[in-house]
């Protein structure tokens, strides 16, 4: 089991930047694929970015490719979503999650932090 905490959403204004945080903690040796995800008022949660533990190869959705940049830092067991030209549409509540069962299915996730971006 894995336990995940993000941290760094808040209110930034269009176009400006932010960098999401999402420390994971407890027994396990962290060697699992993350990924972030969001969810805006009244829809429902969508894919937005991925990061493969040993290849560190990445994934993106459409609508994010270019601006936004997920990493991490295994030894600090921290993943991170650098969002750069942030825009009003993207105000959500942005959870990470962990591929602790090695499934390519995310099966744990944080209490996500909320992400404002005013016009």
């Known amino acids: 089991q894995v336990q995940l905490v993000e941290s760094g959403g808040g209110l930034v204004h269009a176009g400006d930047s932010l960098r999401l945080s999402c420390v994971a903690s407890g027994r396990s040796f962290g060697s699992y694929d993350m990924g972030w995800f969001r969810q805006a008022p009244g829809k429902e949660r969508e894919f937005v970015a991925s990061?493969?533990?040993?290849?560190?190869?990445?994934y993106y959705a459409d609508s994010v490719k270019g601006r936004f940049t997920i990493s991490r830092n295994n030894a600090k067991k921290t993943t991170y979503l650098q969002m750069d030209s942030l825009k009003p549409e993207e105000t959500a509540v942005y959870y990470c999650?962990?591929?602790?069962?090695?499934?390519?299915?995310?099966?744990?996730w944080g209490q996500g932090t909320q992400v404002t971006v005013s016009s």
């Open positions: 999650a962990a591929d602790t069962n090695s499934n390519s299915a995310f099966d744990s």
């Open positions: 990061i493969k533990y040993w290849s560190g190869n990445t």
